[in-house]
């Protein structure tokens, strides 16, 4: 049984933001669609496919997917790194859309099945102030989500990390984290004001909200080691399902470092892209939830290996999913999230609805929680026309800055 791939064609289309994504072909006319989305970086990653990586999957057997992934890797000689593993991604979650349509099975059946009903996610709610955020989180709780993201602005900052510009008024469509106007935004940054502020913030929320429902916030890799954990510190009483990225990733030694002086529940990983980024997290306990994208993370296969070896240290899955990565690669994950044990939660930030004229999607959503649906493969299609309508646009995303003019991590 073989199923020769016959086109690998890059696709790009910017509906409300841009998207890269791969398209396999078969002889058989037999489609897989894989997302290629690296924001801000985009034609890098199209570039690699179509010019390194295309050439060599034409006339190549769709069902190998193992091995494809490792002819990838290994023979590029060059390895990980955000654009190689994203360029590998595509492939992967393109083959595995094909072997899904050939066996007329969603992916997540050929992932050994479904371990749970649906998969909980996590939507976001930001604010210009906490009245703001108030209606913001109002309105995500009316739509029937359980674990909500607070993200709000630093009073004397003027802004922050994950709020839109202007009054939120609950709307769902608010943040866009890459911008279109000209090269990158500058944001302003003062970690002693965000640090004096977020318990603040969520003692507020917890006061209005309530115990139940699941709060997580994003520091979005902008603090020092002992400010982390400041931060984990402080806020432990308000029992976050997770704090994000309190640290740059790249610096374990930093975890070791917050995990003696705090208990608050730690996702990392973003922004790496490969098991041996992960590892040693995993294997020294330093977080509690793998925060990778199967879109920059090698795709399925990878991933899978990923959530594996951390299965083996009770650490679970915390996908992620912003609006730059494309339905495509938001389905390939919930498949995975449908089928591995140690499943956390999956973030949903939800696409504005231009994206959804390009990419049809099988997934559905109810009272917090989503489920990939059951059409073969992952469940996408993509529409030509309608993409054609929307050519790629230059967007990049901020840049942060301290008072006094230093760049900061944004
Ligand atoms: C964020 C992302 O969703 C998140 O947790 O950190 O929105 C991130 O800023 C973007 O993916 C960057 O492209
Ligand atoms: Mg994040």
Known sequence: MTATIRSAEVLIS?????????????ED????????????????????????????????????????????????????????????????????????????????????????????????????????????VRARLAEGYRAIRLQVAVPGMGSGYGISSGRSTGGRYAYEPAKRAGLAVEEGWDSARYLRYMPRMFEWARAEFGPDVALLHDAHHRLTPMQAARLARDLEPFDLFWLEDCTPAENPEALRLVRQHSVTPLAIGEVMNSIW???????????????????????????????????????????????????VGMS????????????GIQEYMAHQPLAH??????????DGMMHPGD????????????????????????????????????
Not at 336 to 343: G, P, Q, R
Not at 376 to 400: K, M
């Open 357 to 366: 004229e390009v990419f049809r999607t099988s997934w559905t959503y109810q």
């Open 29 to 136: 006319g037999v489609v897989g669609l894989g997302d290629a989305t690296l924001n801000g970086r985009e034609l890098a990653v199209a570039s690699y496919l179509r010019d390194h990586v295309a050439p060599l999957l034409i006339g190549r057997d769709a069902h190998r997917i193992e091995d494809t992934w490792q002819l990838l890797y290994r023979s590029a000689y060059w390895r990980r790194g955000p654009v190689t593993m994203t360029a590998i991604a595509a492939v992967d979650m393109a083959l595995w859309d094909i072997k899904g349509r050939l066996t007329g099975l969603p992916v997540y059946q050929l992932l050994g099945g479904a371990s749970r009903t649906g998969a909980l996610v996590y939507a976001h709610a930001s604010g210009a102030d906490l009245e703001d955020l108030g209606d913001s």
């Open 277 to 327: 980024d992960f590892a040693p997290l995993i294997q020294e306990q330093l977080i509690d939830f793998v925060r990778a994208s199967v879109t920059h993370t090698g795709g399925i296969t990878h991933l899978r290996r990923v959530f594996d070896l951390a299965a083996l240290h009770q650490i679970r899955s915390g996908s992620h999913g912003p609006t730059d990565i494309s339905p």
């Open 375 to 410: 059409e073969p493969g992952l469940g996408v299609d993509y529409d030509d026309d309608a993409a054609a309508r929307f050519p790629y646009e230059p967007a990049y995303l901020p840049a942060a800055r301290l008072i006094d003019g230093t760049v900061h991590d944004w």
């Open 332 to 343: 390939a994950a919930l498949h995975l999230d449908l089928a591995i044990h140690n499943f």
């Open 14 to 26: 910017s509906p409300s933001r841009n998207f890269v994504t791969l398209r396999l072909t078969t």
